[in-house]
């Protein structure tokens, strides 16, 4: 019965290589968020997706690419890893609209690059 | 830009004392206030949303005030117990925008 799953939990890899974080939601909603946070543990927004759109894109380099290939999942592909990209990636879903909009979170991918 | 910040950074309390954490934001033109806990190597579990309508929320031993005109909210928590150790996070939400706080590191000690 999870609400917002994310795989893999661990990730650890090399540096130049490229790898993709997997988010799925089964709660309906309409839009779905990336965040980073980072060793101070600040979260910060990356990508938002709403209806299968692109609604936001923060300042982060385009080697992230935000994919979803129905309105259930958003995934998270990340080209040419650098060691800054260290960092745990959370994943987050709210309804559009409508009185009850607060966002639900998945447990969160830790991603370590070497 | 919108900046939120939360004091004090770190709290340490013995079981049973009533707590508040601060949440303070810069700009009033805000949707919403969500209060998160994130458990070490946790994802965010959500404890209250507060419209920018809405003066307060009540769950539990948790309540959470906003004004939005000072820019500020607080989350109170009542009769603090072991298990309420974690970082508590706020949120606003502007627009489609979503910026955090960085965190207050509450230890209640038994």
């Known amino acids: 019965d999870t609400a917002v799953s994310q795989t893999p939990k661990y990730l650890v890899t090399q540096m130049g290589n490229d790898k993709s974080i997997k988010c799925e939601q089964n709660?309906?909603?309409?839009?779905m968020y990336w965040y980073k946070q980072d060793s101070k543990k600040f979260l910060k927004i990356m990508f938002s997706?709403?209806?299968?759109?692109?609604?936001i894109n923060e300042t982060v380099p385009n080697r992230f690419s935000p994919k979803s290939p129905d309105k259930a999942h958003l995934n998270l592909h990340i080209n040419s890893l650098e060691l800054g990209d260290s960092a745990v990636y959370f994943c987050?879903?709210?309804?559009?609209?409508?009185?009850?909009?607060?966002?639900?979170f998945g447990p969160g991918t830790r991603l370590t690059v070497l | 830009k919108q900046e939120v910040t939360q004091i004090p950074a770190a709290l340490s309390v013995p079981e049973g004392e009533n707590l508040v954490l601060n949440c303070s934001f810069t700009?009033?033109?805000?949707?919403?206030l969500q209060w998160f806990r994130q458990d070490p190597g946790k994802g965010l579990t959500s404890l209250l949303l507060?419209?920018?309508?809405?003066r307060e929320q009540t769950s539990g031993r948790l309540n959470a005030s906003l004004d939005k005109s000072s820019g500020r909210s607080t989350l109170y928590i009542a009769a603090s117990q072991p298990g309420d150790s974690a970082t508590y996070l706020c949120?606003?939400?502007?627009?489609?925008?979503?910026?955090f706080g960085t965190g207050t590191s509450l230890t209640v000690i038994p």
């Open positions: 987050a879903s709210r309804p559009s609209g409508g009185y009850l909009n607060e966002q639900f």
């Open positions: 709660l309906g909603h309409d839009t």
């Open positions: 997706y709403n209806n299968k759109e692109l609604i």
């Open positions: 700009d009033s033109a805000i949707y919403n």
């Open positions: 507060i419209q920018s309508s809405q």
């Open positions: 949120a606003v939400r502007g627009g489609n925008q979503f910026y």
